[in-house]
């Protein structure tokens, strides 16, 4: 028989990996919990009619879609068949898809249960998603996202909220982040008193090359995308954009002053701002005109984390949504998000080597078997430790001791208990502290007292 | 646009659902941990490879497949397509299928990762699993297992650390349970001595009605199973077992004293009884020799364990196999799991309505929202509390007083702070306590000691 594999692009976790993402799973739930939000989980299986259409065309080719049950092909007509049109006939042969994101399970969530929930809902939903992407480094088919959204709100407290939750968590994790912030009604005002609402895309990408080529490059640039001479001259002092939010605000307030929008966002941006300094936070916030994330989607806020000591890509983003249940048939909810990517931050804790040394859930002593004499000894002992909350193993085979030890050392067991003849007779346990190599002979309180001393 | 819904036998979990849930798993976790068992995920997909011909006949066509993504029509013959054999084209549209069970796919992870891990692997596993089972009350096509196995030992240690898991669960959990034992060398060694070694299931099935027919008519099914006389009459003291569990297997012990595997499952069962009597456990224990769950599957140990105040089917189960990797091509590892049945086990908290009052992750205080310049107040003593690790929001709103109020009804808020022109010039807090509408003008200090206090 073969060896057995996985698909590609899906990974195992063994142990030591599990350790890992459930610190940052834990740390990203407690803060979302702190800040009130409310866990909700969906099914990996979504009706097709939920997601296709919502991701463009593109996104509709990644869905994973679930071979109907029972005789699929009993109803679909030989000439359909013969056909082998893929696209079209994958919506005979399949009805259910699994979740591309959580945003789109989360607006039929709660379109379906809107007489069950309260507005404002805080809910926040940490689950796997799928797309038949091509994988490569860093790009799974098989992906966890942590997802944070306010629905039926509008207050721009939302948004100071979600940031402070970024700063929070990248705070307990030990990242050093730059928080960049943008507003999608800024760009569409730019674009306004330019006169070239569709060319918001391709001013935001010469824009963000600036420090690369230059203003010269960048101004041939956006005339090569035809826009006018006369709209490059406005955009300047954008182009050029520098110093405090403050400062750059106040630039922006004086070359949008004509456009209501462009206004508003800048109100938007200043209030956010301002409150997020009352509020205090940590990490640097920059307003950055360039950052024009999942632009088609966002109507307010933009939001974007980086890490400042590792060059990779971003590591979380967000931002404001106007009518997110729209695409269901309900108008009018309006909704705030944020999304940690947990694959990119496990990626820079291990480049920082972030983690903690000892993770709290792993066996903290393991107790050597010398056959069945000792054995029947030690297990009320073992679990007098258990109820003293110490993780313990006893070792199932009275093995050599030295294959014991081995057990001990590749699992990462901080203490080995040996209790022998000698121990028996004392009423005594031998405690090996497996890092200093040192062992002491100790009552069964100061063993639990040892233990516990060390793990917390 | 029509409602959307979500595939039938799939679920949504809300915050109140998911708090449930959590409890649930991180009990079963927390002592899963306490064992020394390890966690390990694996991918929602596996090749179908891996999983058909793994669960009978039955349970591949419960598999759900993957339809292969690109042009996946391309390379199939037109007379094949023509043919609309269904279950044979499967095998051309689709490579990939939802994992089924945790078992197959942690058997497949071992020989994936045999030179990763050390025997004996002590390692747990809390995913969902999808079956294409018809939808009926309690069942689901979409539901979770927890699942805990050791594999490379063959020590029955292993077997009474799982039971002592059980009956640490349920203990904590609050739910009094029954723990039936059997072992499969016992059945072995009662077919061997009536000579009808293609029977035991005839023969358990039949015993097990003894309680509600009488030994007349569980006589009248074996003979009509086609079960000698003789055979029968061999039965009889096992048909009537009674007594305590020693007493049992006293009685086998005469019965199967000509059959070396049932002595071998006699000497087995004592010794696990034994070695828990000395641990100590807080269940009941039962030798049911009519227990034979999975019995293809299962080759020493088999356990049950039952609700006592809920008539329910079996919440947890378990056992040991041999030669689980066998599958894979890698011999000789024999193992012994335990599976918690989470959907069950939420059922019997519902009806005996056990779960704490307070999940402790819920927001534990709502500050009212008065308008900007309270807001601004305000913001800074919510990020105190936050440091003070209290689950805290601010409605997001400036809106009537009467709908905040209702909003901290409806999520079970038990905590509302009131900071108007009042409290600010006095640089106090009004906290209003929900359950007994008391409310105090209390300092930041008192009011965060308040509020833990309620929470421990």
Redesign the interface.
Known sequence: ???????KG??????AE??K??YIFDTVREVY????F??????????L??LTGKYGEEGD?LL????N??????D?A?EE??E???NR??AK????G?RYDLTVPFA??V???RN???F?F??YQIQ?V?R?DRPQKGRY??FFQCDAD?VG???L??E??LI?IAD?VFSRLGIRVGIKLNNRKILSGIAEIIGEPDKITDITVAMDKLDKIGTEKVNEELASKGISRKAIDQLQPLILLQGSNEEKLDTLKTTLKDSETGTKGIEELGFILD?LK???IRSELELDLTLARGLNYYTGAIIEVKALDVQIGSITGGGRYDNLTG???MAGVSGVGISFGADRIFDVLNQLDLYPENSS???RV?FV?FGEKE??YI??V??GM?RA?????????PAKMKKQM??AD??KIPYVAIVGENEMNGNKITLKNMATGEQNLLSFNDCVSTITSMSD
Chains 1, 2 share one sequence.
Do not use: C
């Open positions: 028989m073969s060896q057995p594999s996985i698909p899906t990974r195992d976790f063994s142990p599990m350790a993402r459930n919990e702190l800040y009130g409310r866990q909700i989980e969906t099914p990996a299986m979504e009706n009619s939920t080719k994973f879609k679930i071979l049950s029972g005789d699929y092909l009993k679909i030989g068949l013969l082998k049109n893929s006939l994958a042969l399949s009805e259910k699994l039929r969530y379109v379906m249960h069950e929930i309260t404002p805080r809910r796997p799928w038949a088919r098989e306010i709100s509008d207050s407290i939302n100071v909220e402070q929070e409150k009352i509020a205090g695409i269901f048939g859930r792993n066996t393991l078997n054995e029947a297990l009320p073992i679990a258990r909350n110490i993780s313990t193993e006893i070792y199932p085979e081995a057990y590749f699992n």
